[in-house]
Structures are given as structure tokens and as C-alpha cells.
């Protein structure tokens, strides 16, 4: 039994080792700076508070307008910034193809997911760092719903999605003016963000800290 036990263990450990491998090939950068990316990343959804259940379950109920401004303005300026980045040969990005089929019915489960959990998986993970136990069990039903995925794939869910219609992206639409695009759509889309009225769906913990005079139920 021990020896099994310990087998079982150092092919674990071999498979995360290999996973770091395999980022490091990746021309992702350094193991470090995507350590730090992911720490920046952490400390702006607890910053923004969008890792709490009312943020995400506000959002789907339209009680809560945290989520859309934030996920707006960060498409808005991401967009930009990345594309030109590519342009310049500083990043790179792998384009999906679309299949219209998977993606609505996709899109359908997702969005139920998140609502009923009240994460998705940028802010899950950060959830289960604090020890947020629901998120867990939900995280575990995540991984057990990727193997159903994988293990069906070629024989249920590929025939369900559809067929693909190709790689396409917004700037390919509009053939020589690729770069007016991408800007014309981050602009319009920050001032999205920056329009969409605030509106906060608030938990007892947000409300104890708040002054009576801002407390929705004290007015």
C-alpha cells in the first residue's frame, strides 16, 4: 500500500512539475512574472470586491453593476493595449473558432452556473484562497463536469456543438483598417463602462461598514 500510495504521489508531483514546464515554453514569459501577473490579478478582484457572491448573483438579477463596468472598461482598454502589443511582437494569442452551436448552448450553462454559484473561474479561485467552502464544492463540480466533457467528447458533445465557421475576429472584417477598429471599439466600449449607471447589491458584512446615512436600509 505504501508503495503505491508513493507512486501515486510522485506522478502527481511529476504531473504539476511538467505543468510548470510547459508555461515556462510557452513564451508566456518568465515563471516569475506570471506569478506576479497572477498576484496583480488577485489583488484587483479583491480590491473591486467582484470575488463576493452578491457581485456576480447582483449582476445576473441587473441589481448589481460592478461586474459590467469593471469586465467593460477592462475589455475596452485590454483590447487595445493587446492588439498593438501583438502588432509590436510583444504578445501573442491564439484564436478559438467559432461554432455557433457550442457556443450558445455553452454560453446557456455558463451563465446558470455563474449565477447560481455566484463566481466564475477568474474570481473562484480567489474565493477558495479565503476559504469560501461553497466555491469549492463548486470548483470540484467544475473539474468533475471537464472530465464528463472529455471523456463524452468525440461521441456526444462534438456532434451537439456543430460544425465550425472559421477563425474570425472583428479587425479581419474591415480589411485595411484593422487598427482604426480595434481602437474605435476599445474607446466606444470604455465609455460603456464609464456610462453604465453604479448600482451596488450590498451583503450584511458591506452594510455594517458603511454610515447609516449610506445604508440602503436605513433609508
Not at 42 to 57: L, M, N, P, S, W
Not at 175 to 201: C, D, R, T, Y
Request: charged share 15%; aromatic share 10%.
Amino acid at each position: 500500500m505504501d508503495i503505491i500510495v508513493k507512486t501515486q504521489g510522485d506522478d502527481l508531483l511529476s504531473r504539476v512539475a511538467q505543468m510548470f514546464e510547459n508555461v515556462i515554453h510557452q513564451g508566456h514569459g518568465s515563471l516569475m512574472l506570471v506569478f506576479l501577473i497572477g498576484i496583480i490579478f488577485g489583488g484587483i478582484i479583491q480590491y473591486t470586491r467582484v470575488d463576493k457572491f452578491e457581485k456576480i448573483a447582483g449582476f445576473a438579477m441587473l441589481k448589481d453593476t460592478i461586474v459590467p463596468k469593471m469586465l467593460f472598461l477592462t475589455v475596452g482598454l485590454t483590447s487595445i493595449g493587446l492588439y498593438y502589443l501583438i502588432e509590436a511582437g510583444g504578445a501573442h494569442y491564439h484564436i478559438k473558432p467559432i461554432i455557433w452551436q457550442g457556443l450558445i448552448i455553452g454560453g446557456a450553462l455558463f451563465g446558470i452556473s455563474m449565477a447560481v454559484l455566484g463566481k466564475c473561474p477568474g474570481t473562484g479561485p480567489v474565493s477558495i484562497a479565503e476559504g469560501r467552502i461553497d466555491v469549492l464544492v463548486g470548483a470540484i463540480g467544475g473539474l468533475f463536469g471537464g472530465l464528463v466533457f472529455t471523456l463524452y467528447y468525440a461521441d456526444f458533445f462534438k456532434p451537439l456543438m456543430g460544425e465550425s465557421v472559421g477563425k474570425l475576429t472583428l479587425p479581419s472584417l474591415f480589411p485595411g483598417h484593422e487598427h482604426l477598429v480595434v481602437l474605435i471599439f476599445g474607446v466606444v466600449v470604455s465609455i460603456i463602462a464609464i456610462l453604465i449607471p453604479k448600482v451596488e447589491m450590498f451583503d450584511e458584512a458591506d452594510l455594517s461598514r458603511l454610515p447609516d446615512e449610506l445604508r440602503p436600509d436605513k433609508q
